[in-house]
Each structure stands twice: as C-alpha cells, then as structure tokens.
C-alpha cells in the first residue's frame, strides 16, 4: 500500500507543489527525484540543498511517513543578522517604513 506525501519548493519567482505516491520505506532524496521537480527547477541543486518535513530541518536520507509535506529550502541571499541592521540603516535615513 503506497502511502502520501506533498514536496514543496518555493522558488524566487514560483512555488512548486508537488503531490506524491509512493512505497513505504522511500527516502526524502529519492522522493524529490521521482517527483520531477529536478528537472522543472534546474536551480536545485540535490547534495546541496537544505530540506524539511514541516519545518523541521532533516536529511535527504530520512524515511518518509504517510501525510509528510517535504519542504525543499532555498539558501539565504542575506543573514538574517544583516537583513535587520540593513532595515535598521534604511528606517534611520527614513527610507524604509514599517
């Protein structure tokens, strides 16, 4: 009996849903490359990528769960830490307004 499992990927300028049968035992890794989203968005890259079942950070070999909702991270353009002291600079000179 397969069970069922949703991957997200959401991408700079589209988000990917993709929705999933497969055999019990089957890896987060071998999920994401039966489900075709390697080949729609050519930007992920597998061995480097970060992924997660509901937002809980894991590895490609994890074993998926009947329900799991495998999330594929893009890496951060900025650190969070950064992002606030450049929100910061532009709120004092009054180019940013919350």
Do not use: H, W
């Not at 509901?54 to 353009?77: A, C, N, W």
């Amino acid at each position: 009996m397969k069970i069922n499992i949703e991957i997200v990927y959401a991408g700079e300028t589209s988000q990917n849903l993709v929705q999933l049968k497969i055999e019990p035992g089957t890896s987060i890794g071998q999920a994401i490359k039966d489900s075709g989203l390697l080949q729609a968005c050519p930007q992920i890259q597998l061995n480097d990528c970060q992924v997660g079942i509901f937002s809980k950070k894991t590895g490609l070999d994890t074993i998926l769960q009947d329900r799991d909702r495998v999330e594929i991270y893009r890496p951060l353009k900025i650190s969070p830490k950064e992002a606030r002291k450049l929100r910061a600079s532009l709120t004092k000179e009054g180019k940013y307004q919350v």
